[in-house]
């Protein structure tokens, strides 16, 4: 795995020839793949149209934002080797009560920007009990989802707008919430959570396009939604663990998440 801070990466081809007639693409990938030594590496198929252009303006030296997902790297985008860039990432923590987002440059790791707010869910509820009685129907989850996204969208676009840069600038998403406010971000039944013997829909969503969960980020932006580990150790307290590094101490540690539903 290569550091956070090094998404960006600088690359510096040689250029083709009759001796060395490699496609734009397959030329790209394997030098990815050399470089971060990694057997699988995919381009956006979206890219096929502008990359030559962009290689050959500047004789095969670029500056290309990767990401892992799944079992391989893709290259989302590709920039001139010079120049600033706006590339950012947005981290959520999704409370049942109170959400925070942050946008975060993905070439410093600078956090640039946070923003808190009320869950918009908390009309159909205070607790999430009561909210997975309203999401019992497929119109009540699709409700409780879309108010969410929404909120987020627009604090999304505040944000950007005062940082002189857009929503298409954000290319990778965090999201980390228990697993009850996991099922309702992405949409799922969540009636079997509260009923013995507790068992959610998925334990780790993985990593989704924004595009398929409703969020009008750049074309290939990607949103890695943090795993839980049963109804009630979700991936707010993983992310937690992770964060503080507790997880790699010897000594013992106590985390305590004082939420709404503590």
């Keep these: 795995m290569i550091h956070p801070t090094s998404w960006c990466l600088r690359v510096q081809m040689t250029p083709p020839s009759l001796k060395n007639n490699m496609a734009d693409v397959d030329r790209l990938a394997q030098y990815i793949r050399e470089t971060l030594k990694v057997p699988h590496v995919r381009v956006a198929k979206n890219l096929f149209d502008t990359l030559p252009f962009l290689l050959r303006e500047h004789n095969y030296h670029i500056r290309c934002l990767v990401f892992f997902k799944d079992d391989h790297w893709v290259v989302l985008a590709a ?28 070439i410093s790791g600078e956090v640039l920007q946070t923003s808190h707010m009320d869950n918009p869910q908390i009309p159909f509820g205070a607790d999430v009990l009561t909210r997975i009685h309203h999401a019992q129907t497929s119109e009540g989850r ?121």
């Design 142 to 262: 699709a409700e409780l989802k879309d108010l969410v996204l929404e909120k987020l969208q627009q604090e999304m676009h505040s944000l950007c707008n005062s940082l002189n840069c857009s929503v298409g600038d954000i290319y990778l998403m965090a999201i980390a919430g228990n697993t009850i406010m996991t099922h309702l971000f992405m949409g799922l039944e969540t009636r079997y959570l509260i009923r013995e013997p507790y068992i959610p829909v998925v334990n780790r969503p993985g990593t989704q396009s924004a595009a398929e969960i409703g969020f009008l980020l750049h074309p290939n932006a990607q949103v890695f939604i943090f795993p839980n580990i049963g109804s009630y150790f979700g991936g707010d307290v993983i992310s937690g663990i992770l964060a503080t590094g507790m997880g790699t101490k010897e000594e013992i540690s106590l985390l305590v998440d004082v939420g709404t539903n503590a």
């Design 79 to 106: 920039f001139p080797p010079t120049g600033p860039l706006c590339v950012f990432g947005a981290a959520i923590d999704l409370g049942s009560t109170r959400m925070a987002l942050s946008i975060v440059n993905l």
